[in-house]
């Protein structure tokens, strides 16, 4: 896929999303200030339970600096958002109208229209998988003072939502071959745990140090590998390296479609947090069913 041309509308419109942007969160950044402000200024209002051994004046003081320091980051952070978005929208005008190995457009398209039947089952799942996270979330805030404690609730978080992966993977994959799968169907991967796990190690080890080495050659790892988990699942079989193997023939000739396929759900997870998160139980899902609808794609041809 040739990388696209932008034309001077597309950019007139990086300008306007930009600095829109910055406007919105300036309003939000005088408007958080002048409730705290107006808090400490009423009569009647204990505001010392914000501070602990300091002055109100001084608490005031700190907490209008943290303000100050959180909106250069919500700036920083709403600048990429927005060039993104802009950026984004450009990459997805230009692939669907070019004939690129994937198309974007397709695959999302397809999955929303597979995971309608399916939101519920999802709901149940990514329910049960934040539940998980938030009482990790509580254990360590709990022993946070005693650090092997707080490592063991660390490393176990990460196996059990390891665990979980793998059942999203299974049942991705069995919605796109026409099966129909249950929630207990989201807790069947023990036969792959082991290999899953040290593959995931391997993968996480491999793309670390290509990252380091300027970032690019662990993005080309990341996608040439991306695919281990799906084959391991689907082919019991399989060993680690053979599984590693499979997802580099599977991802020959498609790494830059698969890294816009990326960039593209990337910026549909932005949106989804939005909503005070819940755009997240459709996003999860119909991620999940994109990269299985890709999986299914290149090993049939």
């Not at 910055?22 to 009647?44: K, N, Q, R």
């Not at 939101?119 to 003072?145: H, M, N, P, R």
């Not at 023990?190 to 796990?197: A, C, G, S, W």
């Not at 799906?230 to 599984?243: P, Q, V």
């Amino acid at each position: 896929m040739k990388f696209p041309k932008i034309k001077r509308r597309d950019i007139g419109i990086i300008l306007i999303v930009v600095p829109s942007m910055l406007f919105l969160a300036s309003i939000y950044d005088f408007l958080m200030t002048t409730v705290i402000i107006w808090l400490h200024t009423l009569e009647g209002v204990d505001m010392s339970f914000l501070y602990k051994d300091i002055s109100a004046q001084e608490g005031l003081a700190r907490l209008l600096s943290h303000r100050v320091n959180s909106m250069i980051i919500l700036r920083y952070l709403l600048t990429a958002a927005a060039i993104g978005l802009a950026l984004g929208g450009i990459l997805i005008k230009t692939a669907a109208a070019s004939q690129t190995v994937l198309s974007v457009k397709k695959f999302i398209k397809k999955a929303a229209q597979v995971i309608r039947s399916y939101l519920g089952l999802f709901a149940k799942f990514i329910l049960i998988v934040f539940t998980a996270k938030v009482l990790s979330e509580i254990l360590q805030y709990t022993f946070a003072d005693i650090e092997m404690v707080r490592r063991v609730i660390v490393i176990a978080e990460f196996v059990i939502f390891s665990y979980f992966q793998i059942g999203m993977i299974i049942v991705s994959l069995a919605i796109v071959y026409n099966k129909k799968p249950k929630l207990k169907d989201f807790f069947v991967g023990r036969y792959l745990f082991t290999k899953f796990l040290l593959g995931t190690l391997l993968f996480m080890v491999m793309v670390k140090i290509g990252l380091e080495l300027y970032i690019i050659p662990g993005l080309y790892l990341g996608f040439r590998y991306m695919f281990f988990p799906y084959f391991l699942a689907a082919k019991k079989e399989l060993d680690i390296m053979e599984a590693f193997r499979l997802s580099a023939k599977a991802t020959e000739g498609a790494k830059m479609d698969i890294f816009l396929l990326q960039f593209v759900l990337l910026l549909l997870f932005i949106v989804a947090v939005v909503p005070l998160g819940l755009g997240l139980f459709i996003m999860v899902p119909l991620a999940s069913i994109v990269w299985a609808l890709v999986y299914k794609k290149r090993i049939e041809g």
